[in-house]
């Protein structure tokens, strides 16, 4: 069974936490990053910008995604039961 990775992008994003913690994202064709911004107003205009810019830029799907502070790695916690016996 082939191992799945993480996409490019996501990849970049492990490696540098503290440069992308916190800022948004601009993806472009869920490949790889193009532009990081503070919010996103500044990244919509980015996003314009960068599609006024390059023809190959502009015919392909640009994604805004927000990296949260604090999120090093996910976990899911599972829980736990113990079960209760009476005793006669």
Do not use: C
């Not at 532009?35 to 599609?51: C, S």
């Not at 023809?55 to 829980?79: A, E, N, Y």
């Amino acid at each position: 069974m082939k191992k799945r990775q993480a996409q490019q992008w996501l990849q970049e994003i492990y490696k540098h936490p503290k440069r992308y913690e916190g800022k948004v994202v601009i993806i472009l064709n869920d490949t790889q990053i193009v532009g990081v911004a503070e919010d996103f107003t500044e990244a919509k205009r980015k996003r314009e910008q960068l599609a006024a810019s390059s023809s190959s830029i502009h015919d392909g799907k640009m994604t805004l995604f927000l990296v949260r502070r604090g999120d090093k790695q996910v976990r899911i916690r599972t829980p736990r039961f113990r079960s209760f016996r009476e005793d006669l």
